[in-house]
């Protein structure tokens, strides 16, 4: 074996050090044959084999000559690409997520590659007897298989336990072994395949109009053909390609009269490889016009970034930031670099996404995760291939292969969906992005109406530069908003209102009688949280988690959020035999209930997860808002995240104490950031917006600060009470989960880690501790929380420390089921 990888007279490298998309501690080495070396570069995929000759796609990630100690190096079997497909950056990239996020190479690699680009393994039986009299005699179990392979020469193992079951597969395949008709071939399958469709053109020799007239005139005598002929001419006009399936669905022909018009030597019909992404840009090229206040704003963006290589733009809702953003984009692809749009939300992606084609046309690509696994890989390469100078995305959209990016926008930076939660790697995008940007040594905006606490710190500390875009587009006025007493509702009840206080239902109809729309903001989906016996108190609870269940009228049905667990609804207590069960609290399916009932005549629509699982829900939903076929939009916090609609006037904040009783030190900024943001969907063009928010605690000064649309005096509040609790920005946390199936086992391993990590003085250390919902799919959860000041010394050894301590206790006898989890920086 050591012959194999010998070194070469000219110097070639011996191994290779590989990513493999599995949950491994770090990447594996491999040596390279005699005939690859020379041919392998980082970044390019290779057939590897692991464990009983299971074949893998890794992606090489570097060279040497420094061989392993302790095992036989096993050789790469193959070359699988000609170039890389992830360039060095990338690399570079990935390898800074997995350390600062505590993720295993293999895990960014899950995340960060396409599914298409990661190759699956598949054995196949081939039909070769060894001998010339085949034996006809088989098994009951066997001779379906026999017969197929006969038929067919070769099957794949899928394909063989679809024809003899799962129950007959290993009798089958051993019996088919032994009498020696077969043989095994493992290799990887490739599953990305380029989209083929039939391209029809017109023969050369019809270029000219005088040799159209002339066919024309010929086809006379055939008026189908002759149809066929002018549906192609119109399509041809309309369309740079042709294809086959359009032909006959404009002409109404037959594919046989299609092949006629080609044996006539008219048409050629070609197979070609077509993009699955198609973009219809029917706009011209639009120019950027801005208001003397983004004038001031764009001076003042242009010197920051000059000074300092990120930028902080803080401006109201309807401020008109994105026109800052066009106009800085414009420049950098006139320098021949790249832009990324980062967006928190795949929603926030449908409406400015055909804004941006007005102003970028084909050079603008979208990527996100409600794509094909097949167009995803159909983007990853117009990226690579520099055909896309500017994307737009959610924070699956960093892991593409940019050859040379030149600015980062991060748009509504504050949100906490830029927050991976599950699987590893927990990154969050916005941080990401900041040191992908120093990879390309590109500039990065960070933008928002309502900024983090810790983006608003750095840029008081000179970190950011920071820019303040204070008035909406065109001197528009911000809504007026009102705090409504919420109590009131107990005077209303017994006429069928429940949730809808008698100000808020007068401004609704008043903004109906103005042909104006309306947006409800409740942070619950379902129909009700949860139900409640009122004789003993008892819950409906899901079996697998420690939560109660949500009833869904939609399905009729209770509802785990945590493991989509249903059940039955329930009419009688189990506990004491009572039919007294009430629906308590209220979700978005409750509030359209009522607001049918109240405006019957009204067009409501529903914005939230249940109502929006569809690839294309969400586009048509937002196009029925903007085309004003809706007139009251309910929804969840996906109607918060920058949606711009000219007709929306009313605004209405339903439970705003729910939002301000949230155990977590954030809840007040989430809160003020969620209420504010809402609110700003409001009077976007004509400046009469109105946001009314029901609350039965009216002087929580988190209100005051939205009814003033004060960011300056919440900050101040915050950063205070921040500092005083040695909360970020002014430590670093860090969040430990131990899950079991077994209780005392999850504590056990959370004990065992947060006692190693008292060795590490200068921390603090909290947990363990059951987590907010204890028990999640079966799985005991509990927690140890780390703050760490801001010292990159004492936080490396606080990951190292974690890192050991998981290989220490899941390495203990009966601990192989424990997981433990890492989460930085968590939100």
């Given at each position: 074996?050591?012959?194999?990888?010998?070194?070469?007279?000219?110097?070639?490298f011996?191994?290779?050090?590989?990513?493999?998309?599995?949950?491994?501690?770090?990447?594996?080495?491999?040596?390279?044959?005699?005939?690859?070396?020379?041919l392998?570069?980082?970044?390019?995929?290779?057939?590897?084999?692991?464990?009983?000759?299971?074949l893998?796609?890794a992606?090489?990630a570097?060279?040497?000559?420094?061989?392993?100690?302790?095992?036989?190096?096993?050789?790469?079997?193959?070359?699988?690409?000609?170039f890389?497909?992830?360039?060095?950056?990338?690399?570079?990239f990935?390898?800074?997520?997995?350390?600062?996020?505590?993720?295993?190479?293999?895990?960014?690699?899950?995340?960060?590659?396409?599914?298409h680009l990661?190759?699956?393994?598949?054995?196949?039986?081939?039909?070769?007897?060894q001998?010339?009299?085949?034996?006809?005699?088989?098994?009951?179990?066997?001779?379906?298989?026999?017969?197929?392979?006969?038929?067919?020469?070769?099957?794949?193992?899928?394909?063989?336990?679809?024809?003899?079951?799962?129950?007959?597969?290993?009798?089958a395949?051993?019996?088919?072994?032994?009498?020696?008709?077969?043989?095994?071939?493992?290799?990887?399958?490739?599953l990305?395949?380029?989209?083929?469709?039939?391209?029809?053109?017109?023969?050369?020799?019809?270029?000219s109009?005088?040799?159209?007239h002339?066919l024309?005139?010929?086809l006379?005598r055939?008026?189908?053909?002759?149809d066929?002929?002018?549906?192609?001419?119109?399509?041809?006009?309309?369309?740079?390609?042709?294809?086959?399936?359009?032909?006959?669905?404009?002409?109404?022909?037959?594919?046989a009269?299609?092949?006629?018009?080609?044996?006539?030597?008219?048409?050629?019909?070609?197979?070609?490889?077509i993009?699955?992404?198609?973009?219809?840009?029917?706009?011209?090229?639009?120019k950027?016009?801005?208001?003397?206040?983004?004038?001031?704003?764009?001076?003042?963006?242009?010197k920051?970034?000059?000074e300092?290589?990120?930028?902080?733009?803080?401006?109201?809702?309807?401020?008109?930031?994105?026109?800052?953003?066009?106009?800085?984009?414009k420049?950098?692809?006139?320098?021949?670099?790249?832009?990324?749009?980062?967006l928190?939300?795949?929603?926030?992606?449908?409406?400015l996404?055909?804004?941006?084609?007005?102003?970028?046309?084909?050079?603008l690509?979208?990527?996100?995760?409600?794509?094909?696994?097949?167009?995803?890989?159909?983007?990853?390469?117009?990226?690579?291939q520099?055909?896309?100078?500017?994307?737009?995305?959610?924070?699956?959209?960093?892991?593409?292969?940019?050859?040379?990016?030149g600015?980062?926008?991060?748009?509504?930076?504050?949100?906490?969906?830029?927050?991976?939660?599950?699987p590893?790697?927990?990154?969050?995008?916005?941080?990401?992005?900041?040191?992908?940007a120093?990879?390309h040594?590109?500039?990065?905006?960070?933008?928002?109406a309502?900024?983090?606490?810790?983006?608003?710190?750095?840029?008081?500390?000179g970190?950011?530069?920071?820019?303040?875009?204070?008035?909406?587009?065109?001197?528009?006025?911000?809504?007026?908003?009102?705090?409504?007493?919420?109590?009131?509702?107990?005077?209303?009840?017994?006429?069928?209102?429940?949730?809808?206080?008698?100000?808020?239902y007068?401004?609704?109809?008043t903004t109906?009688?103005?042909?104006?729309?309306?947006?409800l903001f409740?942070?619950?989906?379902?129909?009700?949280?949860?139900?409640?016996?009122?004789?003993?108190?008892?819950?409906?609870?899901?079996?697998?988690?420690?939560?109660s269940?949500?009833?869904?009228?939609?399905?009729?049905?209770?509802?785990?959020?945590?493991?989509?667990?249903?059940s039955?609804?329930?009419?009688?207590?189990?506990?004491?035999?009572?039919?007294?069960?009430?629906?308590?609290?209220?979700?978005t399916?409750?509030?359209?209930?009522?607001?049918?009932?109240?405006?019957?005549?009204?067009?409501?629509?529903?914005?939230?997860?249940?109502?929006?699982r569809?690839?294309?829900?969400?586009s048509?939903?937002?196009q029925?808002?903007?085309?004003?076929?809706i007139?009251?939009?309910?929804?969840t916090?996906?109607v918060?995240?920058?949606?711009?609609?000219?007709?929306?006037?009313?605004?209405?904040?339903?439970?705003?104490?729910?939002?301000?009783?949230?155990?977590?030190?954030?809840?007040?900024?989430?809160?003020?950031?969620?209420?504010?943001?809402?609110?700003?969907?409001?009077?976007?063009?004509?400046?009469a917006?109105?946001?009314?928010?029901?609350?039965?605690n009216?002087?929580?000064?988190?209100l005051?600060?939205?009814?003033?649309?004060?960011?300056?005096a919440?900050?101040?509040?915050?950063?205070?009470?921040r500092?005083?609790?040695?909360?970020?920005?002014?430590?670093?946390?860090?969040?430990?989960?131990?899950?079991h199936?077994?209780?005392?086992?999850?504590?056990?391993?959370?004990?065992a880690?947060?006692t190693?990590l008292?060795?590490?003085?200068?921390?603090s250390?909290?947990?363990?501790v059951?987590?907010?919902v204890?028990?999640?799919?079966?799985?005991?959860i509990?927690?140890?929380w780390?703050?760490?000041p801001?010292?990159?010394?004492?936080?490396?050894?606080?990951?190292?420390?974690?890192l050991?301590?998981?290989?220490?206790?899941?390495?203990?006898?009966?601990?192989?089921a424990?997981?433990?989890?890492?989460?930085?920086?968590?939100?």
């Open positions: 074996m050591q012959s194999l990888f010998a070194n070469n007279e000219d110097g070639q011996r191994f290779a050090d590989v990513i493999l998309p599995l949950n491994l501690p770090g990447m594996l080495t491999y040596g390279i044959p005699h005939e690859m070396q020379g392998i570069h980082p970044g390019m995929r290779v057939e590897i084999s692991l464990g009983r000759n299971k893998y796609s992606v090489v570097a060279l040497h000559n420094h061989q392993p100690e302790g095992y036989e190096v096993k050789p790469i079997r193959a070359l699988i690409d000609e890389p497909i992830v360039n060095e950056t990338q690399l570079k990935w390898k800074w997520v997995g350390q600062y996020y505590m993720a295993a190479p293999g895990e960014v690699m899950q995340a960060a590659l396409p599914s990661k190759l699956s393994g598949e054995t196949r039986l081939q039909w070769a007897p001998h010339e009299d085949v034996v006809n005699e088989w098994s009951n179990e066997t001779f379906p298989a026999a017969e197929a392979l006969e038929l067919r020469k070769e099957l794949t193992i899928s394909e063989l336990r679809n024809i003899v079951g799962s129950r007959y597969l290993t009798i395949l051993n019996e088919l072994i032994e009498k020696e008709v077969v043989t095994i071939h493992d290799e990887l399958e490739p990305y395949k380029p989209r083929k469709e039939r391209i029809i053109t017109l023969a050369p020799a019809y270029n109009e005088e040799a159209m002339r024309f005139d010929e006379q055939a008026p189908r053909q002759l066929v002929v002018m549906a192609y001419t119109e399509l041809s006009i309309k369309n740079k390609i042709v294809r086959q399936h359009d032909l006959l669905e404009r002409s109404g022909a037959t594919a009269q299609i092949k006629t018009l080609a044996d006539k030597g008219i048409f050629k019909i070609e197979e070609r490889e993009d699955r992404i198609t973009t219809d840009v029917n706009e011209s090229i639009k950027i016009e801005f208001t003397p206040a983004q004038k001031i704003a764009y001076r003042e963006l242009e920051g970034l000059e300092k290589d990120i930028l902080l733009l803080q401006g109201v809702t309807g401020s008109g930031k994105t026109l800052l953003y066009i106009h800085k984009i420049e950098y692809l006139a320098q021949g670099k790249q832009a990324l749009f980062l928190p939300e795949i929603g926030l992606t449908t409406q996404v055909s804004r941006l084609y007005a102003y970028f046309g084909e050079e690509g979208v990527y996100h995760s409600r794509f094909s696994n097949n167009e995803r890989v159909e983007i990853w390469e117009k990226v690579r520099g055909k896309y100078k500017i994307v737009v995305g959610p924070r699956s959209a960093l892991w593409l292969p940019y050859n040379d990016l600015l980062i926008i991060a748009d509504e930076e504050h949100d906490a969906s830029y927050k991976q939660k599950d590893a790697p927990r990154f969050h995008a916005r941080d990401a992005a900041i040191y992908l120093t990879l040594n590109a500039k990065v905006i960070l933008g928002s309502t900024p983090s606490v810790e983006s608003l710190y750095n840029s008081s500390q970190k950011y530069a920071y820019v303040n875009l204070k008035e909406r587009y065109m001197g528009v006025n911000m809504p007026s908003i009102q705090i409504i007493n919420a109590s009131t509702l107990e005077h209303v009840r017994n006429q069928g209102i429940r949730l809808i206080t008698p100000d808020l007068t401004a609704i109809a109906l009688q103005k042909k104006k729309q309306v947006i409740q942070n619950r989906r379902g129909y009700a949280p949860f139900q409640l016996c009122t004789v003993c108190g008892w819950v409906p609870q899901c079996k697998n988690c420690a939560v269940l949500t009833y869904h009228k939609s399905t009729d049905k209770l509802h785990c959020h945590y493991c989509g667990q249903r039955a609804i329930i009419h009688t207590c189990p506990s004491c035999g009572s039919n007294r069960i009430q629906s308590k609290s209220f979700g399916e409750k509030i359209e209930e009522e607001i049918h009932q109240l405006f019957p005549k009204a067009r409501i629509a529903r914005m939230d997860i249940d109502s929006m569809g690839k294309e829900s969400m048509q939903l937002l029925e808002l903007e085309k004003q076929k007139d009251i939009l309910i929804g916090q996906m918060v995240k920058g949606l711009d609609f000219a007709n929306v006037s009313l605004v209405g904040i339903l439970s705003a104490d729910s939002l301000l009783s949230y155990p977590d030190f954030r809840v007040n900024e989430r809160a003020f950031q969620l209420m504010e943001q809402v609110s700003g969907r409001a009077g976007r063009t004509d400046g917006g109105q946001v009314l928010i029901q609350a039965y009216m002087h929580h000064p988190v005051q600060w939205v009814q003033q649309h004060d960011v300056q919440f900050y101040e509040q915050e950063i205070i009470y500092k005083n609790f040695g909360y970020p920005p002014f430590s670093r946390l860090v969040k430990i989960t131990c899950k199936k077994e209780e005392p086992k999850a504590i056990e391993a959370a004990m880690i947060a190693a008292q060795d590490i003085k200068t921390i250390i909290q947990g363990p059951p987590a907010l204890s028990r999640i799919r079966n799985q005991y509990q927690e140890v780390v703050k760490c801001r010292d990159s010394r004492t936080i490396e050894q606080v990951k190292q420390l974690l050991h301590q998981k290989q220490v206790v899941t390495g203990i006898k009966g601990n192989n424990v997981q433990i989890l890492f989460d930085v920086d968590p939100l």
